[in-house]
């Protein structure tokens, strides 16, 4: 029986994982707002470092998740998670019965909403390793990396899970799975604490620039956010900031995805990836002054954007 | 006979006091750079809310101290306190046996080096309560307040110090003597600390918009000064915190120093201002978590300026 995806957010992260779906014999509907006639007339072009290039031209394509025609095996969400975006409703009118809901998504404690909304389905908890952009309506450039980790929220891997991992794979791409897919996400949360709100806060600054200069401060909010997972029951490697400060001096220059939503005028991921952060570490007592001041300071300058001409 | 004064960095607030100090009958002579040639044609013209308008001729109008002839009582140094400007090397040659130096500037521990300069001469300190601006080369808004204080560093008030705080009352601006400076000086640093980083790295909020919306953050900066305040043997009172935030929710929407700095591309007064606030607390082991943040952040925000095109 055919697999049948619908992905939602179909921009560079979801445009390209619905492609490689697609590419391991996937039917992969897209619900997309911008970029919607292009994408419904031509489909999408994929430019892929390692992958090579291809079209892929999706089963359905949708303004409207209520437009969907079937009952989508899986609904993987790839959208921003910003509070403007109410993300269970965007997708509820195509969840069906079976549907697994697969969050493709930056942040901490983004999932909670999600079953809430849903609280009799299975909830795919996802991380992206990636780095790709979309350069034109429907253009998706694959720059590097790629990797993905999936594992059931809150805990345990299930068939579906690993049947959509195994996709994955087939298509070209590491796709792992996990136990812990929260403990996952405070993993990445020690990078993206610091090196997302400070890109921003200093003026644009690509992250080599950052922790050449502050390394001190980038050490001292990872501290905070090992502390806080900790506290939370998800206690990291002890050797992560480390290994997280020298592989970031080994990369090349990045600007980080808050930085590029910033100077592109799109609303960043704040509160998913500072603001649920430091409210995590305030309920459980543990003291994060840098977490705090960075998340006041990012909620400035989302006022000033707003504030001034 | 009469009292000769010299003023080094003769701006919106060294061309102010100075222009008070000629008008209390002083012989005041200006060492300028940036508008020497108006200033040597025409003076300084001031045009004060409550003082009225008038022309201040000065004495001498100088490019470099060693021109100075005679043998001033007072040098008033109102100069920016960064790290590219060496005071001391700036009046050096002015300063004969019984000059009395005047720091008229912002920041935290800005004495030392000039008394280490200068170790025979009384070094006054002052704090100046005041809004002005330089309009245009020699044209001087004298827009609010305009409160000094002067004290003798370390500690004590001397009768050079008497006798100036005298001037500038017979000019009608009111001028308060310390016998512990130093105090004064963390007392402004309770709010200079968190207002003038706040505005720079939230994008060019005015106080009003940063303090209604993080007055969690503000509170946090000011207790870490206080804090530090009191390790060093400057208790500070107890309300000054709740003093300062009530006071700043009734000013109006005002831009610090530092935003205005920033905004016209000048050297911003971080060192003085945090830098040694941070340094100080460090050095008697008082934690300043979001002090260190904004300090960190203030350093990425000026490599910035000279980091991107």
């Known amino acids: 029986m055919t697999c049948k995806v ?7 992260i979801g445009g390209f ?11 992969v509907s897209v619900l997309c707002r911008s970029g919607f006639d292009t994408v419904k007339r031509h489909g999408f072009h994929i430019d ?3 992958l090579g290039q291809w079209q892929f031209k999706p ?3 949708l303004q409207h998740a209520g437009d969907y025609q079937g009952d989508p095996d899986y609904i993987l969400v790839c959208t921003k998670v910003i509070p403007s975006l109410d993300r269970a409703a965007l997708i509820q009118p195509a969840v069906k019965a079976k549907t697994a809901i697969v969050l493709i998504q930056n942040g901490i404690a983004i999932e909670s909403e999600m079953q809430s909304a849903f609280p009799w389905h299975e909830i795919i908890s996802g991380l992206a390793f990636i780095c790709s952009n979309q350069t034109a309506p429907g253009v998706i450039r694959h720059l590097a990396y790629g990797r993905l980790i ?6 345990s891997v299930s068939d579906k899970t690993l049947q959509l991992s195994q996709r994955f794979n087939q298509a070209g791409i590491e796709c792992l799975t996990t136990e812990n897919i929260v403990a996952g996400r405070w993993q990445k949360c020690v990078w993206n604490a610091p090196f997302n709100p400070l890109s921003v806060l200093s003026g644009g600054l690509p992250t080599l620039a950052i922790l050449q200069t502050q390394e001190a401060l980038v050490r001292g909010v990872m501290q905070e956010v090992f502390d ?6 998800y206690p990291l490697p002890d050797d992560i900031i480390d290994n997280n400060i020298e592989r970031t001096y080994n990369m090349p220059p990045y600007k980080t995805s808050m930085l590029l939503d910033f100077e592109h005028g799109r609303p960043m991921e704040t509160e998913a990836i500072l603001g649920n952060t430091v409210r995590a570490a305030e309920q459980h007592g543990i003291a994060c002054p840098r977490l705090q001041s960075l998340y006041a300071l990012m909620q400035l300058r989302e006022l000033q954007v707003n504030y001034l001409p």
């Open 6 to 12: 619908l992905v939602a957010g179909a921009g560079a």
């Open 59 to 61: 089963a359905q394509v």
């Open 17 to 27: 994982y619905g492609a490689l779906l697609a590419k391991a014999g996937c039917e």
């Open 48 to 50: 892929s470092h390692d």
């Open 228 to 233: 806080t997972a900790k506290a939370l029951g």
């Open 150 to 155: 999936l594992g059931n929220w809150p805990v």
